[in-house]
T-cell receptor
Framework: QKEVEQDPGPLSVPEGAIVSLNCTYS??????FMWYRQYSRKGPELLMY????GNKEDGRFTAQVDKSSKYISLFIRDSQPSDSATYLC????????????FGTGTQLKVEL | GAVVSQHPSWVICKSGTSVKIECRSL??????MFWYRQFPKQSLMLMAT?????????EQGVEKDKFLINHASLTLSTLTVTSAHPEDSSFYIC?????????????FGPGTRLTVL
């Protein structure tokens, strides 16, 4: 069993839709949770960073962490074609600057 | 700010040759850099942690004699794939920890696509 599970998709939605992306994990030591966006043939860029359980909102993006269920989510409101990318969840026991364990990434396509 | 570059962006080499990939932090000093490998439709797998002025720490299953890492300065780490074989073909991505960022986070380079013939 992988430490982090993420549905690879692809996920296709119409422009303006609310997108829900999710990851589950098995390692209870994870305390820091991140979402990265990766465009084709590019390196990942950090979208959201959350410590422990709770919600965090930044513009159209909301990250949720439920440590009791070992489940994290990223919501994208009013999705745009420019949001089309692969979204990777990543987790760490000791902070974003240390060893990260990534999910496989979910490929998202937002269509006009 | 917090830009990380990689060179080359892609490389094709013959089996048995060695390939060097450079990772540079352009606008910050990074005492710690990381090297990842990514196969198609798979997650990034950490290969090693590179610390300036000391030996790299390799993840379990990664051959340190095959993947040589040198972190000679606060802005440069190199990964050399020695005696490359077709199974080494992959997307290699580096990241650099920026201690001045909001979350002490890693910033990723654009990646290097290696194809071994």
């Amino acid at each position: 069993q992988k430490e982090v599970e993420q549905d690879p998709g692809p996920l296709s939605v119409p422009e303006g839709a609310i997108v829900s992306l999710n990851c589950t994990y098995s390692n209870s030591a994870f305390q820091y949770f991140m979402w990265y966006r990766q465009y084709s043939r590019k390196g990942p860029e950090l979208l959201m960073y959350t410590y422990s359980s709770g919600n965090k909102e930044d513009g159209r993006f909301t990250a949720q962490v439920d440590k009791s269920s070992k489940y994290i989510s990223l919501f994208i409101r009013d999705s745009q074609p420019s949001d089309s990318a692969t979204y990777l969840c990543a987790m760490s026991a000791s902070g974003g600057g240390n060893k990260l364990t990534f999910g496989t990434g979910t490929q998202l396509k937002v269509e006009l | 700010g917090a830009v990380v570059s990689q060179h080359p962006s892609w490389v094709i080499c013959k089996s048995g040759t060695s390939v060097k990939i450079e990772c540079r932090s352009l606008d910050f000093q990074a005492t710690t850099m990381f090297w990842y490998r990514q196969f198609p439709k798979q997650s990034l797998m950490l290969m090693a942690t590179s610390n300036e002025g000391s030996k790299a720490t390799y993840e379990q299953g990664v051959e340190k004699d095959k993947f040589l890492i040198n972190h000679a300065s606060l802005t440069l780490s190199t990964l050399t794939v020695t005696s490359a074989h077709p199974e080494d073909s992959s997307f290699y991505i580096c990241s650099a920890r920026n201690p001045r960022s909001s979350y002490n986070e890693q910033f990723f380079g654009p990646g290097t696509r290696l194809t071994v013939l």
